[in-house]
């Protein structure tokens, strides 16, 4: 087994790198890409973790994008960067922003959240980013601890969520720009998840169509949350227009059992063939 779609305490997910990898080893998991949103602190780590326990790891990101105006979408798109085998001071550089303005909209909700008189410490929910990337699950993940939300879904459906009482936008990059960065640091641009882009399948067509011209390699197929006859008609999609697949679980920790390592839709165990072609970037 493998796993394209991983998130370790560098950005949202439950477990260090290090315990990543771990618990990879644990199960089977041979080989994994550390894909943590907007950010490639962990890679490092795990790599190291990797060496020790023999899972190859490959280097990956995600970012939330904004899509083309004549190609808007009524869900989010997310790009997955996999494969990535240099990140020098401009990459970096651009990362860093990212993270400013992920850092200004967080302090934005707390602070509209203690206006309307909820009390928010914002020095206690950092306490729950140990790396130090704060964002919504974290803060979902406090309201909860503090008996403000009965679980992190209710906080995020009545306060942080787009339809939430304190939800701020957010400004993401666009799709060229998260692809040249991606391209930038060597690797490869695809599509996350791309049911929740909530588009129809002519619509989805079009879609991946005009974006392969702005530079996307691929899209992830297969997905823990979606059903596998769609990943398989992803699939069959994305090898008709000559583009890259992938698959992940899109694992996050085991707070989420709907989303296990090393599997994707309905169970199915992630096959080592989505390596291919990644094979030569891996982390060494």
Sequence with gaps: MIDLHTHSTASDGRMSPEELVQHAANTGVTALALTDHDTIDGIERAAEAGRRSGVEIVAGIEFEVEV????????????????????????????TTLLDKRESRNRRIVARMQRAGIQVDYEEVASYAPEGLVGRPHIARYLVDHKIADDEMHAFRQYLGEFGSFYEPREVPTLEQAISIIHGAGGKALIAHPHTL????????????????????????????????????????????????????????????DRRLGRTADGHKIDPHFLEPFAEARVT
């Design 68 to 95: 083309p105006e004549e190609h808007a979408v009524p869900g989010t798109c997310h790009v997955l960067g996999l494969g990535l085998t240099s990140w020098g001071n401009d990459v970096r550089h651009r990362l």
């Design 198 to 257: 909530y588009v129809s399948w002519p619509g989805l067509t079009d879609r991946l169509s005009a974006w392969k011209r702005l530079g996307l390699d691929g899209i992830e197929a297969f997905h823990s949350n979606a059903k596998y006859r769609d990943c398989l008609r992803l699939q069959e999609l994305a090898q008709t227009m000559g583009m890259i697949v992938s698959a992940g679980s899109d694992f996050h920790g085991l707070h989420r059992p």
